[in-house]
């Protein structure tokens, strides 16, 4: 493969990989959120509005965010009925067919989300509920984790486009 089309593949893994670090200290943070919750509610008898909510939202980024992380190391669900009888180029050739479908998909995603984010920083929506926090944050970090997840995608594409050709891709 070209050395530009290594540098993309190079590059968005290391960003992935990062980034999915990072993300999966959230969950701790949510666990102490809710900790924290259940502390202040039947403790002290002084219930928050915010922090369930708050919860939603950082499982939320967690997920999204971890997308393209779960994508890059193969942590995602797959129906393993012949897939492991399989060659490699074989596995490479349906792998890059499945990936495509998934870029397809990830792109009217990103276009919704980038959408979706625009309307709610014109308008300044907000959540119905007593909170009533902004959603701009939620929409742009999920717009965001969408978008990392189809630069994931492509790069996989990529690799296994370099699998079936016979140059596979350190």
Known sequence: MPGP???????VDAVNRVIGFYVMYLALAMMGLLLFASITRYVFNVP???IIELAQFMMAAYYILGGGY???????VRMDVAYER???KTRAFVDSITVF???FY???MVYGGWASSAYSLKYGQT???AWAPPMAPIKIIMTVGIALML???IAIFLRDIAKVSGREME
């Open 5 to 11: 089309i290594r540098a993309f593949v190079r590059a």
């Open 106 to 108: 990830l792109v009217y």
């Open 101 to 103: 479908c998934l870029v």
């Open 48 to 50: 928050f509005v915010w």
């Open 151 to 153: 630069l994931q995608a």
């Open 127 to 129: 959540n119905y509920s």
């Open 86 to 88: 399989w060659t490699v």
């Open 70 to 76: 779960s994508l890059q190391i193969d942590a995602h």
